[in-house]
């Protein structure tokens, strides 16, 4: 009867564990009948990262830099093909020798999808300011080796990446802001124009360029902090201990005689005492 968002569009359980509000949002706004919806803050981190993948990361920066490169940009892909989308990466790449590239795809065998760019990447290996990672290995821990880190529209990597602490960028092809469908769920959107979210390849570029000349001229490019609690607010490791804490509290009302639905009602009383009833989005 439990479960978490990933599984929100497949079922309806008793219990949805969110990452946060906009996850929140997304539910309630798909009418799920499920009794209740508590946010536990993001588990999949720490299940996860791993030391020796950031230390990989470090050390695959570390060369770059070594090699001349003075800004290092990560980047994610998502399940759909974007050829563009790396084909103006790695030409970025190769005309600045300036710049490192640290790839984290999210499907395996991704270079089957990009035949026409095998031209590209193999110029692009030969400079040896990139650095492509197996899929396996977690957004995150790229991107801490990473100036900024930058996906496309399917925000997932974006977001773990930020939650972490880096700065990320979003290029947003579709202008998910000026719909009205999905402009409730552009979260990123929320910090101002050319800080998180990118509408084409070339006004990204500029404002990366212009801040590696001088930080200065957009301190806040890719600072997700004023969003973050939209995706987690807790942000302390913690998730996967709030969400056994829950099971436990609703397994001893079982084990007690209660009925499943007693025992939910007071695991969901006990999860508001402990971490605030504004946690409790549906079910108090």
Not at 9 to 14: A, E, I, L, V, Y
Request: glycine share 8%.
């Amino acid at each position: 009867c439990f479960n978490t968002v990933e599984a929100c569009s497949q079922r309806t359980p008793h219990v949805f564990f969110l990452w946060g509000p906009h996850d929140a949002r997304i539910c309630l706004d798909a009418r799920s009948t499920s009794m209740y919806f508590l946010l536990a803050g993001c588990a999949i981190a720490e299940l996860n990262s791993n030391a020796a993948n950031r230390q990989l990361s470090r050390d695959s920066a570390v060369n770059m830099r070594e090699r001349g490169t003075n800004y290092i940009l990560a980047l994610f892909d998502s399940s759909t093909p974007s050829p563009n989308f790396y084909r103006f990466f790695l030409e970025w790449l190769i005309d600045d020798p300036g710049l490192g590239l640290l790839i984290k795809p999210k499907k395996p065998n991704w270079r089957g999808a990009y035949g026409d760019l095998n031209g590209l990447f193999q110029t692009a290996h030969e400079t040896g300011r990139i650095h492509v990672f197996e899929r396996k290995v977690w957004p995150a821990d790229v991107a801490a080796a990473a100036d900024f880190s930058i996906g496309r529209s399917q925000m997932s990597a974006t977001v773990v990446s930020a939650l972490a602490g880096a700065r990320v960028i979003n290029i947003d092809y579709e202008r998910l802001d000026q719909h009205a469908l999905t402009k409730p769920y552009a979260t990123l959107h929320q910090n101002g124009p050319e800080r998180c979210v990118f509408y084409d390849h070339e006004t990204l570029r500029s404002a990366v360029t212009d801040y590696v000349r001088d930080p200065s001229s957009n301190p806040h490019l890719g600072d997700a902090t004023p969003m973050l609690d939209e995706f987690d607010p807790f942000r302390d490791g913690k998730a996967r201990q709030r969400i056994g804490e829950y099971v436990q509290w609703y397994l001893k009302g079982r084990d007690n005689g209660m009925s499943s639905d007693d025992a939910l009602r007071r695991a969901t009383g006990i999860f508001a005492d402990k971490w605030g009833a504004d946690k409790v989005v549906r079910g108090l």
